[in-house]
């Protein structure tokens, strides 16, 4: 299956990660704001994992490799402002979803306006049936654009990841 997309919005240009998108990536993840929600210190404090991580979702899409990551742009002036993606589950053909911005451009609703079509292709050409969203229970942004695509609550869970345990909410989007 080919992870190849590309899709323009009213705003926005979107398309699959590529390696020349490694350093806007990294300045994203180690940026401390949106770290602060991501839940992950660790890639503050060792730019060494970053750097092993996209090495890691740049690999061609396949069971072995479930990443999805797409770059976002602004239309007007061809700005890395973010990602988003899903790391699918292809054999419960879920995936959760996820998405990074940089915090000059939070608050204008282009999270919602990227994730649009990356939901769309994940039900019409990757089959999935169900997306999640995990979401810190103080990132009420985020609980936001859950809402506006679409997402219901579920439950608190607990959540491990990058070595730390963190209790987030779950949200759940059924495509089909």
Not at 12 to 40: E, Y
Not at 48 to 63: A, C, G, R, T
């Amino acid at each position: 299956m080919s992870a190849t997309f590309y899709k323009i919005t009213e705003r926005l240009k979107i398309r699959s990660f590529q390696n020349i998108d490694s350093n806007d990536f990294f300045l994203l993840l180690t940026n401390p704001q949106v770290n602060n929600f991501l839940g992950s210190s660790q890639f503050l404090s060792n730019p060494h994992l970053v750097k092993q991580f996209l090495k890691q979702l740049s690999l061609d899409y396949s069971e072995l490799n479930p990443w999805l990551l797409y770059s976002i742009f602004k239309k007007d002036d061809d700005r890395f402002i973010g990602s988003c993606g899903l790391k699918t589950e292809p054999k419960n053909r879920g995936g959760e979803l996820f998405y990074l911005f940089f915090p000059e451009v939070w608050g204008q609703g282009l999270a919602v306006e990227a994730c649009r079509p990356l939901l769309e292709n994940a039900l019409n050409q990757i089959k999935l049936e169900k997306i999640y969203d995990h979401i810190l229970p103080k990132n009420i942004r985020a609980q936001r654009v859950a809402e506006k695509l679409g997402f219901k609550y579920f439950k608190m869970v607990n959540l491990s990841r990058y070595k730390r345990k963190e209790k987030v909410q779950q949200w759940i989007l059924n495509l089909i």
